[in-house]
C-alpha cells in the first residue's frame, strides 16, 4: 500500500511562484517513475511533469519553461516536488502526485491533492 500526501499549494498572483511538495511512502521503489498531474474544474486529471528513476525528465507543452520536478529517494520513501514559477491563471488546478500509467492514468490511489489558485 502506498500513502501520497500532497502539499504546499496556496493562493498566488500571476506571475508568481508556489513550490508543491508530495511524500510518496509505503510499498514504494526508487526505480519508480513519478509525476505531478492536475486537474482544473470540469477537465480531466492530466499528467504536466513526469521524472524517471534516473532524473529524466518531461513536461506538458503547458508548462514547459515554467515548471521544474525534483525528486529525494529514499528507503521506501519518495519525496517529490514541483517549483512553479511564471504562474498563470490557466495552473488553478488541484495538484496530484503519483506514478504515472501514460499521461492520464496512474499506478496508485490518489491523495487528496493540493489546490493552486492563480489569479489574474
Known amino acids: 500500500q502506498v500513502q501520497l500526501v500532497e502539499s504546499g499549494g496556496g493562493l498566488v498572483q500571476a506571475g508568481g511562484s508556489l513550490r508543491l511538495s508530495c511524500a510518496a511512502s509505503g510499498s514504494i521503489f526508487s526505480s519508480n517513475a513519478m509525476g505531478w498531474y492536475r486537474q482544473a474544474p470540469g477537465k480531466q486529471r492530466e499528467l504536466v511533469a513526469r521524472?524517471?528513476?534516473?532524473?529524466?525528465?518531461?513536461?506538458a507543452d503547458s508548462v514547459k519553461g515554467r515548471f521544474t520536478i525534483s525528486r529525494d529517494n529514499a528507503k521506501n520513501t519518495v519525496h517529490l516536488q514541483l517549483q512553479m514559477n511564471s504562474l498563470e491563471p490557466e495552473d488553478t488546478a488541484v495538484y496530484y502526485c503519483?506514478?504515472?500509467?501514460?499521461?492520464?492514468?496512474?499506478?496508485?490511489?490518489w491523495g487528496q491533492g493540493t489546490q493552486v489558485t492563480v489569479s489574474s
Open positions: 503519483n506514478a504515472p500509467v501514460g499521461d492520464y492514468l496512474a499506478l496508485w490511489p
Open positions: 521524472i524517471s528513476s534516473t532524473g529524466n525528465t518531461n513536461y
